[in-house]
């Protein structure tokens, strides 16, 4: 299973980025999948995840009413659009598959992919 995040990139406070998990060597469509965040020197933070059939959506209050996460089950892929970004956002952003645990949302996953940077400028 292979998870690739794409979209990351420099942008000016206030801007957006969609950043995108496109899912190969595994079907997307019955996993839970969520994105997480990581700063250096800091514990990975979980930032939003989205049922598989995308009835629930789940997110950290600091991206609330910013952030939205969506999927395309017929393209295996998930994406995170951020808008209003602000320069606390800055982070190697991570895309997660297949849910483990009591909590549908997280934050333990099965797979993960690598990262893409997403650095936000004041």
């Known amino acids: 299973v292979q998870l690739q995040a794409s979209g990351g990139g420099l942008v000016q406070a206030g801007g957006s980025l969609r950043l995108s998990c496109a899912a190969s060597g595994r079907s997307l469509s019955n996993d839970n999948t969520g994105w997480f965040r990581q700063t250096p020197g800091k514990e990975r933070q979980f930032v939003a995840a989205i049922k598989w059939n995308s009835e629930n959506t789940y997110y950290t209050d600091s991206v609330k009413g910013r952030f939205t996460i969506s999927r395309d089950n017929a393209k295996n892929t998930v994406y995170l659009q951020m808008n209003s970004l602000i320069p606390e956002d800055t982070a190697v952003y991570y895309c997660?598959?297949?849910?483990?645990?009591?909590?549908?949302?997280?934050?333990?996953?099965?797979?993960w992919g690598q990262g893409t940077l997403v650095t936000v400028s004041s």
């Open positions: 997660a598959a297949k849910s483990l645990g009591s909590s549908w949302w997280g934050p333990n996953y099965a797979y």
